[in-house]
């Protein structure tokens, strides 16, 4: 491997650090998600004002909550 090909190389491995750090942060930020979106359930809040005060949609928060919508 000539000099540049090795640099390359260097800034992959970096960015899939980079990735790897992003996707933990990411599972531990829907996991805060998923016991706030309970509480709130549990404290009577309705999943549209869940919804839109967490910036997704409603299926999305049932989603969290492993429950199907109500028909």
Known sequence: MNAAQTAL???IKA???KRAKADEVKQVATEDLRRQCRA???????????ALEAGISRQAVYDLLGERPSA
């Open 15 to 17: 960015a899939a650090r």
């Open 9 to 11: 190389m260097r800034r």
């Open 40 to 50: 709130a359930r549990e404290a009577g809040i309705p999943i549209t004002t869940i």
